[in-house]
C-alpha cells in the first residue's frame, strides 16, 4: 500500500464533466442570493419582512380622529392613534436540511446532477416559508414568541380583544375574521362576506391596496359561473384578460381584470376582489387578503427573519478544500400578523364553528 503524505494533486477539484467546485459553490451561492430576493409572488403580496421580535401595529389603515369645535381660550384635543396600536410579536425557528455529498458522488456526479439537488433545497425553502405563512393565517389560535409576546391570529372573536372602530362603523369582541359558509356549497353571498368582512376594517377599498380572494380550483370553477340574479349574487362574474375566447350576447361595461397581478395568475374579479387560484389553498377554504404590494408593512403577515443571516444560506463543510462536502442549508423564519383586520378566511362547511386547515 502507498503511504505517505497525501498531495494536492490528489484532491477533488472538479466533477466528472469537468466542472470546478469552485465554480459549482459560486454559483449555489449566487442563486440563493436571488431566490432570498424574490420569494413566491403569492408569499411576497401579503407578507413584511422584518427582523423584529414584535412591534406595535396601528391596526386601521389610517387611523381615526375626530375634529371639534374650537373654542377661543381652548387647546384642540390631541389624536390619539394609541388607542388603536396593538403589540404583535413573531414567532422564529431555525430549519435546516442537508444534502449529504461524499467525494466518491461529486468524482462521478456531473453539473446538472448536484445542481438538481440545489434546486430540490431551493423548492423546500420555498415551500416551507409558504406553509408557514399560511399556518399563521389560517389559524384561529394566538400563541406567544420566545419572549411571551402575543402572536395574534386574525380577529378571531374569542381572545376579548376588540377591534378600532373605523368609517364609524364598530365592533365587539365577538368580531371574527374565521367564518363558515353554513352550508356544503358555496354561494356567491359567502364570497362578498368574506370580502366586507376584509374592507369594513378599511383594507381593500379605497386605501390603495387590492383585495385579492384566494381559492382552490375547486371552488374557482363554481365562482366563474356566478351571474347578477343567479343565486343572489349582486355581482357578475368577470374573466381576465387573457382568458380563453368565449362567445356572449352581453355587453361589458367597463375594463376586464388584469391577467396578472404582480406576478399572481388572475382567473377573473367578482365585485371588488380579484379571484387568483392556486391549489396549494386547500379545498373547501377561502382566504380573502388586502394587498398593498410587495414587502409593504401593511401587508396582513409579518415573515421575520434573522437580522444577521436573512433568508436561505448554504453553510460550508468542515473541509476547506471540499465545501460542498458536509455543507448544509439553513433558514431562520417566523411568522405573525401585523393587520388583524387586513385578512379573512372561509371554511365552506355546515359547522358553525371554523376549523384550520392542516399543511
Do not use: C
Amino acid at each position: 500500500m502507498p503511504r505517505g503524505y497525501a498531495a494536492h494533486g490528489d484532491i477533488l477539484h472538479a466533477l466528472a464533466d469537468g466542472t470546478d467546485l469552485n465554480q459549482i459553490w459560486t454559483e449555489f451561492t449566487q442563486t440563493l442570493d436571488l431566490a432570498n430576493k424574490k420569494r413566491s409572488a403569492l408569499v411576497d403580496l401579503f407578507t413584511f419582512r422584518t427582523t423584529a421580535k414584535g412591534e406595535s401595529v396601528l391596526q386601521t389603515p389610517s387611523g381615526t380622529a375626530d375634529f371639534e369645535e374650537a373654542s377661543e381660550y381652548g387647546v384642540p384635543q390631541g389624536i390619539r392613534a394609541e388607542q388603536a396600536l396593538l403589540p404583535m410579536g413573531y414567532t422564529f425557528k431555525w430549519y435546516d436540511l442537508a444534502t449529504r455529498y461524499t467525494w466518491k458522488y461529486l468524482a462521478d456526479a456531473t453539473a446538472s446532477q448536484v445542481s438538481s439537488l440545489h434546486n430540490a433545497a431551493l423548492e423546500a425553502d420555498n415551500r416551507l416559508v409558504f406553509k408557514k405563512v399560511m399556518q399563521r393565517l389560517f389559524s384561529n389560535t394566538n400563541i406567544a414568541n420566545e419572549d411571551g409576546t402575543p402572536v395574534y391570529s386574525l380577529w378571531n372573536g374569542t381572545d376579548g380583544q376588540t377591534p378600532p372602530e373605523y368609517d364609524g362603523q364598530t365592533f365587539d369582541t365577538s368580531h371574527s375574521h374565521y367564518l363558515t359558509t353554513g352550508s356544503v356549497t358555496l354561494a356567491p353571498t359567502d364570497v362578498e362576506d368574506l370580502a366586507a368582512t376584509v374592507m369594513h376594517h378599511g383594507y381593500g377599498d379605497g386605501d390603495g391596496s387590492q383585495l385579492i380572494v384566494l381559492v382552490n380550483p375547486l371552488e374557482a370553477d363554481v365562482i366563474a359561473t356566478w351571474r347578477v340574479g343567479v343565486n343572489g349574487a349582486k355581482f357578475d362574474f368577470i374573466p381576465a384578460g387573457d382568458a380563453p375566447p368565449y362567445l356572449t350576447s352581453e355587453v361589458l361595461v367597463g375594463n376586464r381584470p388584469p391577467a396578472q397581478f404582480q406576478g399572481l395568475k388572475v382567473l377573473g374579479q367578482y365585485g371588488r376582489a380579484l379571484i387568483v387560484e392556486n391549489r396549494l389553498i386547500p379545498q373547501g377554504y377561502l382566504v380573502a387578503l388586502a394587498s398593498s404590494g410587495s414587502n409593504s408593512n401593511r401587508n396582513p403577515i409579518a415573515l421575520r427573519e434573522h437580522a444577521s443571516k436573512p433568508g436561505l444560506q448554504i453553510i460550508r463543510g468542515s473541509v476547506p478544500d471540499y465545501p460542498l462536502i458536509d455543507s448544509y442549508y439553513v433558514d431562520g423564519i417566523g411568522t405573525g400578523v401585523r393587520h388583524r383586520g387586513a385578512a379573512a378566511v372561509m371554511q365552506v362547511t355546515t359547522n358553525a364553528a371554523y376549523t384550520a386547515p392542516e399543511f
